[in-house]
């Protein structure tokens, strides 16, 4: 039962232009929501976060928009650039249970 | 500045022996989290602790156990090592609602 989704293995992008990442989950206790960087050989770092409470957080070429009616969130980076290839996870969790529960991960490739 | 420090970096074990992968965390976190990464999988969570003397199950936990018995220490324990546990596993640590941190993971073998 995979509770968080990221249902696209890879994405390409051209550099300057827009990524967007997206993410799906099925639990709603789930209250606050973070998205991770993870290149080859390290372990994942974390990127920019959003609870529940807002639709929208902004960090620098980062934006997390939450969707909760649709159980959806997504991760905007613009402009892109090569520095950004790498695979990014969603992950949730709940304040009840103190667990992370992250996505299977998106591969994401920005072309010079 | 280490943060989490995960030893050994690699291994490669024969099947039925067994391993302790360590953990250790230099930031005061009362949490900390035993993860594995399968190719395609995401990371999933074998075990965690809330403090000293504490533990709980994960989503994955048969075949490992853990021990909480400092603040900076979460090592996992692998018995009797299966093909299965092949993977790489990563530590982690969070104080409050902030973002974890995670070491740079242990790429275990099983042969």
């Known amino acids: 039962d995979q509770q968080v989704k990221q249902n696209s293995p890879s994405l390409s992008v051209q550099e300057g232009r827009i990524s967007i990442l997206n993410c799906d989950y099925t639990?709603?206790?789930?209250?606050?929501f973070l998205w991770y960087k993870k290149y080859p050989a390290e372990g994942p770092t974390f990127l920019i976060s959003i609870s529940s409470i807002k639709d929208k957080n902004e960090d620098g070429r980062f934006t997390v928009f939450l969707n909760k009616s649709a159980k959806h969130l997504s991760l905007h980076i613009v402009p892109s650039q090569p520095g950004d290839s790498a695979v990014y996870f969603c992950a949730a969790s709940d304040g009840a249970t103190n667990k992370l529960i992250f996505g299977t991960g998106t591969l994401l490739a920005v072309q010079p | 500045n280490a943060g989490v420090t995960q030893t050994p970096k690699f291994r490669i074990l024969k099947i039925g022996q067994s391993m302790t992968l360590q953990c250790a965390q230099d930031m005061n976190h009362n949490y900390m989290y035993w993860y594995r990464q399968d190719p395609g999988m995401g990371l999933k969570l074998i075990y965690y602790?809330?403090?000293?003397?504490?533990?709980d199950k994960g989503e994955v936990p048969n075949g490992y156990n853990v021990s909480r018995s400092t603040t900076e220490d979460f090592p996992l324990r692998l018995e009797l090592a299966a093909p299965s546990q092949t993977s790489v596993y990563f530590c982690a640590s969070r104080q409050g609602n902030y973002g974890y941190t995670f070491g740079s993971g242990t790429r275990l073998t099983v042969v």
């Open positions: 602790s809330v403090g000293a003397g504490i533990t």
């Open positions: 639990n709603s206790m789930f209250d606050y």
